[in-house]
C-alpha cells in the first residue's frame, strides 16, 4: 500500500514539474489594466473588454482622484475584424479613427520560451502563474508575459520598444470571464464620421499588451 501511494505521489510531482503548455486565455474577458511607460514614467488605468470570438477589445480610461490639470482621458474600441481603432478623447469629444491590424489573441505563442514559475501573494491567496518571453538563442527578450497556470489568464507583460527603447508594463487583475459591458464597444457618435489618421502611439500602447509589440 506505501509503494503505491509513492508511486501515486512520485507520478504527480512528475506531472507537476513539467514545463507548462503554450496555451490561450478564455476567449471573453472583462478586466482592469495599469499601464506603466517607464521612459516617461506615466501610468493610465483602464476598465477593458477583451472579445477573441469577434476579434475585439475596448479600453475605458480611468480618471485620476485629485487634481490633474490637463490630463486628457480616452475611450480606445480597437475592432480589428473591421481594421479600425477608434480613439475618442472624453474631454474635448473629438474622435480619430484609424487602422487596427492584424488581431493576436490573449495567448502564450508557441515558440514563446519558458523561464519561470511561482506563486503571487500569500499563503490561502496565492496565484501560480507561469512567466514566458520571446528570448532566443540569439537574441534577448523585448516581451515577457506572465499567466495564470491554470486557465490561462494574463497577469503582466512587459515590452521594449527596440526602436526608440520605449519600454512598457501593463498589469491586468480582477478578471472576470465574459463581457460584462457589451456597450463599451460601441464607438460614440462623435466616432462615426471620424477622419482617417494614423493610430496613435497610445493605441499601438494598448494594443501591445495582445500583439506582444509596439
Not at 513539467?18 to 471573453?28: E, G, L, R, T, V
Request: hydrophobic fraction near 35%.
Amino acid at each position: 500500500m506505501l509503494n503505491v501511494l509513492a508511486l501515486t505521489l512520485l507520478g504527480a510531482a512528475l506531472v507537476y514539474g513539467q514545463i507548462p503548455h503554450h496555451c490561450f486565455s478564455p476567449p471573453q474577458l472583462t478586466f482592469r489594466a495599469h499601464q506603466y511607460n517607464h521612459e516617461f514614467t506615466t501610468f493610465r488605468r483602464f476598465d477593458a473588454e477583451y472579445d477573441a470570438m469577434g476579434e475585439k477589445i475596448a479600453f475605458d480610461e480611468v480618471e485620476e482622484s485629485g487634481p490633474t490639470p490637463g490630463r486628457q482621458y480616452y475611450r480606445i474600441i480597437i475592432l480589428h475584424r473591421e481594421n479600425i481603432a477608434y480613439e475618442y478623447n472624453r474631454q474635448t469629444k473629438v474622435c480619430k479613427r484609424g487602422d487596427a491590424g492584424p488581431f493576436f489573441p490573449f495567448s502564450v505563442p508557441e515558440n514563446a520560451t519558458f523561464e519561470a514559475e511561482y506563486y503571487v501573494g500569500g499563503p490561502g491567496e496565492e496565484l501560480e502563474a507561469v512567466e514566458w518571453s520571446d528570448r532566443s538563442a540569439t537574441r534577448r527578450e523585448t516581451w515577457i508575459g506572465v499567466f495564470s497556470r491554470l486557465n490561462c489568464y494574463p497577469v503582466r507583460t512587459f515590452l521594449i520598444n527596440g526602436r526608440n527603447n520605449e519600454t512598457l508594463t501593463t498589469r491586468i487583475y480582477d478578471l472576470v470571464q465574459g463581457i460584462v459591458d457589451p456597450e463599451l464597444f460601441i464607438p460614440p457618435q462623435e466616432c462615426l464620421q471620424a477622419p482617417k489618421t494614423e493610430s496613435s502611439s497610445l493605441v499601438q500602447k494598448l494594443r501591445s499588451i495582445y500583439t506582444r509589440q509596439f
